[in-house]
């Protein structure tokens, strides 16, 4: 078997049946977040993969990307060459760039499908949201490992069996399984206000939303 970090291949997919059928509702209620901001919000997606952008979102947003993995970097300069600085490899799993217009506050930051990845997911939300302006959104997606998601048991089969055929194993992707009340409890510092935790329509999803406290 191939090194876990074959991973990456699933980037591609997103758009795909099945997994647009994960993806896509997530994609819809994040861009409503962003619209919330007005027309031209200032935009951080960490762990952006191969996403440079949030379809939906209103067309004069300024996209940013970040992501630990350089190949994903590497990508999506090439596919935004008029934009090229706006995407960087973060120093460390716990760190976001800097310098430049990644110094100034985001009106939103998000991040989909990592915090899962990361075996201190306070400390890392906790570095995300520092990046906001006052009044700006953090929005936060994970798979739904709650009591009534059927998640878990794809995961285990259909799911496995696709990662075994590229090469990786999802058994130990996600050292940090969320329910909808695990979520909830995330301590992101008195500052941070938890808007909402949802769950996508087929309950595979989970989707946080916390405000910086202050006027926008």
């Given at each position: 078997?191939?090194?876990?970090?074959?991973?990456?291949?699933?980037?591609?997919?997103?758009?795909?049946?099945?997994?647009?059928?994960?993806?896509?509702?997530?994609?819809?209620?994040?861009?409503?977040?962003?619209?919330?901001?007005?027309?031209?919000?200032?935009?951080?997606?960490?762990?952006?993969?191969?996403?440079?952008?949030i379809v939906g979102a209103p067309?004069?947003?300024?996209?940013?990307?970040?992501?630990?993995?350089?190949?994903?970097?590497?990508?999506?300069?090439?596919?935004?060459?008029?934009?090229?600085?706006?995407?960087?490899?973060?120093?460390?799993?716990?760190?976001?760039?800097?310098?430049?217009?990644?110094?100034?506050?985001?009106?939103?930051?998000?991040?989909?499908?990592?915090?899962?990845?990361?075996?201190?997911?306070?400390?890392?939300?906790?570095?995300?949201?520092?990046?906001?302006?006052?009044?700006?959104?953090?929005?936060?997606?994970?798979?739904?490992?709650?009591?009534?998601?059927?998640?878990?048991?794809?995961?285990?089969?259909?799911?496995?069996?696709?990662?075994?055929?590229?090469?990786?194993?999802?058994r130990d992707i996600h050292p940090?399984?969320f329910d909808k009340a695990r979520?909830?409890?995330?301590?992101?510092?008195?500052?941070?206000?938890?808007?909402?935790?949802?769950?996508?329509?087929?309950?595979?999803?989970?989707?946080?939303?916390?405000?910086?406290?202050?006027?926008?």
């Amino acid at each position: 078997m191939r090194a876990a970090a074959d991973y990456f291949s699933n980037h591609r997919r997103r758009e795909r049946l099945p997994w647009s059928l994960y993806h896509r509702p997530l994609t819809r209620r994040i861009a409503r977040v962003i619209a919330e901001h007005g027309a031209s919000p200032r935009v951080l997606i960490v762990g952006c993969g191969l996403e440079t952008e949030i379809v939906g979102a209103p067309p004069s947003t300024r996209w940013f990307g970040c992501d630990i993995d350089d190949r994903a970097i590497r990508e999506c300069k090439e596919a935004r060459l008029e934009r090229a600085a706006s995407f960087a490899v973060c120093p460390g799993p716990y760190e976001l760039p800097r310098g430049g217009e990644f110094d100034v506050p985001f009106d939103v930051v998000i991040a989909k499908e990592v915090i899962e990845h990361t075996l201190e997911p306070i400390r890392w939300a906790r570095t995300l949201s520092a990046r906001l302006c006052p009044g700006g959104s953090l929005v936060l997606t994970t798979p739904n490992y709650g009591r009534f998601s059927t998640l878990p048991l794809l995961e285990a089969t259909a799911l496995e069996w696709l990662a075994r055929r590229d090469g990786f194993s999802r058994r130990d992707i996600h050292p940090t399984k969320f329910d909808k009340a695990r979520l909830e409890r995330l301590a992101l510092g008195e500052s941070m206000s938890l808007i909402s935790v949802e769950r996508s329509f087929l309950s595979w999803s989970l989707l946080g939303i916390w405000r910086r406290r202050g006027p926008p």
